[in-house]
């Protein structure tokens, strides 16, 4: 099977799965709140006083509420929406009729990641656009740099999505959605745990250390991204943060996969 094939393959899947997310309505919700958000960037040119930004110039400020606004609602709409995207193009009269043409499993895994990520990369693409516009209006620059630090987020929506699907394929309920926001929290608190862990008796120190270095960095591409933006200047590897990235999502992709061919 040729690696053409595959990519149509997994590209037809994908734009099924855009079509469902498509229709989903909490998704347009999510994003008219998200730009609603956004629209507060607006605030720190408006009322241009660095004291009440804890010293931050506007332009600062202004990308620093649109950061958060972007970043919060992606991980929303990716975990929400992945969900009941999920729920439907997973149904046992869907998955059957799926399983019964001549398509490798893996096929079907990678599709749909696919096609949930094109529509989050459809959202971050408006959000981020909105930014931009503020922000250039604003300053009367053209900010580029602001592609480029938020173009992490959308390394941030693949490993909600690769996770969502990964314990999806063990738990193809809402569960699935709890357990990644777990993962998503506990990948914010890397860096508070590391600091606790000499407190703990041995024997459990091993696999808290194991489980430590196993979940996603998402604090320190939160870091990588405000380091681009101008927001803070936090001093990380970024190499190891975006290999250890990759690693990951290789490895709970092939997870996912392995489940996915077991019979049910």
């Known amino acids: 099977m040729s690696i ?7 590209q037809l899947i994908s734009r099924d799965v855009f079509k469902v997310a498509s229709k989903e309505r909490l998704m347009y919700g999510f994003l008219v709140l998200s730009l609603l958000f956004v629209l507060l960037a607006n605030i720190p040119f408006l009322i241009n006083n660095p004291d009440l ?3 931050m110039t506007p332009k600062v400020a202004s990308l620093q509420i649109g950061f958060m606004g972007i970043n919060v609602f992606l991980m929303l709409t990716s975990v929400f929406i992945g969900v009941s995207v999920l729920q439907d193009v997973y149904a046992e009269h869907n998955i059957a009729l799926l399983l019964s043409k001549p398509l490798k499993r ?3 895994l990678e599709g749909t990641c696919f096609g949930l990520f094109k529509i989050i990369f459809l ?6 656009s909105s930014l931009m516009i503020i ?14 630090g938020m173009s992490v987020s959308l390394v941030l929506a693949m490993i909600y999505i690769s996770l969502l699907v990964f314990f999806y394929s063990f738990a193809p309920n809402a569960i699935s959605g709890i357990l990644t926001v777990f993962i998503i929290i506990a990948g914010f608190g890397v860096s508070l745990t590391k600091a606790q862990l000499a407190s703990l008796p041995q024997p459990l120190l091993f696999f808290v250390k194991l489980g430590v270095e196993a979940i996603p960095k998402i604090n320190l591409l939160f870091g990588i991204s405000m380091n681009t933006l101008g927001i803070f200047d936090i001093p990380i590897e970024t190499f190891p943060v975006f290999l250890h990235t990759f690693i990951f999502l290789l490895v709970i992709h092939l997870i996912s996969y392995f489940r996915f061919n ?3």
Do not use: C, D, Q
């Open 262 to 264: 077991r019979p049910r």
């Open 4 to 10: 053409k094939y595959s990519f149509t393959i997994i």
């Open 123 to 128: 959202n971050w693409l408006i959000m981020v």
């Open 106 to 108: 893996w096929h079907i």
């Open 135 to 148: 922000v250039n209006f604003h300053t009367v620059e053209v900010n580029a740099f602001i592609w480029t």
């Open 53 to 55: 930004f804890e010293g």
